[in-house]
């Protein structure tokens, strides 16, 4: 089936890398700056490296001649983590470049990228966090094999819930474990699958935006660019209290 | 003496994404030329290519092949050249 981005993804180049802001701090502005979120550089990443292990997949374009330089790369996605010791990690869904907004195909490979690369790193559980009163994006997490568990956020009067899977479970439930990135790039998939893939990216690409526009209120999913430090005991999943019962870590986090 | 410059490259690709016909398979590995416009830009265009299909193309053309992102890539490449013989080999040629 043809695919408005099928030959364009063939020519990204797509890697992991755990250190985002200086491998490509240059690209990163100009990436962010076309989604109004190049703030987020200095604010967040920038610090966040410092205090945090974060994990990116990233795709970017190349430049074919000359190979470096200004402007020799650009990046066209990217999908961030940030793990805990313990073996959890936070997701923030994947940004696109604005002209990349349907790139299912793109959105898809990063995702897989990046919990195969927590699944080599250690990682137990992968996390987002969603609004408590989230109904479009909590049902795609669902089918996806994520659940909800007992860490919060607590931000601007709304609640956001973390949502936790096995990654390994959820590149299952997404259909993508065993695909090539090739397959997946150029959506070469049977249409259940596609449409799958669509609803999942689409529902939390439009679920994080209103994050993004400084509505947090109305955000679905709020990014998990959390330090851990902030974290209570137990990460995402929280640690029983000295009684044994379960307790409802909340985490605050201010604009 | 005589300087050979490509004019043409031809490559055939030996093998595809595709594992039927018992064929190793890899991924990645998009054969990219650069094409120039009228208007100075660059336009990148991917050539299709399967197991035995072959491509010519002007050797001044930028071109490139993606990283391949798993298996191998096989391939095969030709040269067309234009040789320039000089003044001496050229009168040799014709007291033969």
Redesign the interface.
Known sequence: MINLYC?YN??L??KVTMDLVREFRPELFAFLRHLDLAHLVEEVWEPLGCSARTMAAVAFEER??PPKGVGARALRGVAVAVISDDGQALLTPALLSPQHTTNIGLAAALTKLLLEDLIENGVDWAALLVNTRSQVVAGELRSAGFVPREARVLSEGAEFVSFAAAPKAALEQLGLADR????ILSLSLDQNQASRLTSFHLALAAGISNYWAGRVGWAEVFPGLIDWVALPPGGITGTPGPGGGVIDPVIFVGR | MAVRTRVISIVCLLNDADSLGGLPVFDGGALVLHVPKSDGTVTPVNVPLSAGSIVAFSSDLFHEVRPVRSGIRFSAVAWLYEVNQSEEQLNDQSLL
């Open positions: 030959e063939e020519r180049e797509l074919p001649w090539r990135l090739g397959d």
